[in-house]
């Protein structure tokens, strides 16, 4: 069955950076784009990027544009997402989702909370 | 990247029906047939319910059902069960290639 696992959350002060991954089985990675999407506390869903099954495209939401990276592992199944310069606004719950055929998401994980703050 | 719209709230009785809107613009919604819709339970993830408009993902109830009309879009849910209350969102393609939700609904079943 599908499985997304993310982890590396926590608590970051303004300025600071944070990795999140997210372990991938059940289904041939390498063959699906992934997106991350966030729901900051008590609040709606915000997508936040997505890359290609190769890797070799990337978008971003113009929120988060040149402070985040999103990166992947084939090799490893893994997704990753590099957060730097974070604001009080990127703390939210982060999901790690499938992106199939190609623009739904149709698995997603159980989130990591992200929190920002000093 | 403005979010699609959606209404904050509905409500309905058990067996009733219900729509949900959600509203776009030429450059989403209306330009591709790209809207997904998705369920939302508290301190869940979110689950899908209907992609690409108006199909369904195996295991998903056909008491849910979507459409769309120029820049709208349309959950309906028929048969109201306590089991639907939750958050409701849609989802767009846009033509800067990038994704889009909608603001979120909550379903109260009476």
């Known amino acids: 069955q599908v499985q997304l696992v993310e982890s590396g959350g926590g608590l970051v002060k303004p300025g600071g950076s944070l990795r999140l991954s997210c372990a991938a089985s059940g289904f041939t990675f390498s063959a699906y784009y992934m997106s991350w999407i966030r729901q900051a506390p008590g609040k709606g869903l915000e997508w936040v990027s997505y890359i290609f099954n190769s890797g070799s495209t990337i978008y971003y939401a113009d929120s988060v544009k040149g402070r985040f990276t999103i990166s992947r592992d084939n090799a490893k199944n893994s997704l990753y997402l590099q957060m730097n310069s974070l604001r009080a606004e990127d703390t939210a719950v982060y999901y790690c989702a499938r992106l199939s055929d190609p623009w739904y998401f149709d698995y997603w994980g159980q989130g990591t909370l992200v929190t920002v703050s000093s | 990247q403005s979010a699609l719209t959606q209404p904050a709230s509905v409500s309905g009785s058990p067996g009733q029906s219900i729509t949900i809107s959600c509203t776009g613009t030429?450059?989403?919604?209306?330009?591709?047939?790209?809207v997904s819709w998705y369920q939302q339970h508290p301190g869940k993830a979110p689950k899908l319910m209907i992609y690409?408009?108006?199909k369904w993902p195996s295991g998903v109830s056909n008491r849910f059902s979507g459409s769309k009309s120029g820049n709208t879009a349309s959950l309906t849910i028929s048969g109201l069960q306590a089991e639907d209350e939750a958050h409701y969102y849609c989802?767009?393609?846009?033509?800067?290639?990038?994704?889009?939700f909608g603001g979120g609904t909550k379903l109260t079943v009476l």
């Open positions: 690409d408009v108006s």
């Open positions: 989802s767009s393609y846009t033509s800067r290639t990038t994704l889009v």
């Open positions: 030429s450059s989403d919604v209306g330009g591709y047939n790209y």
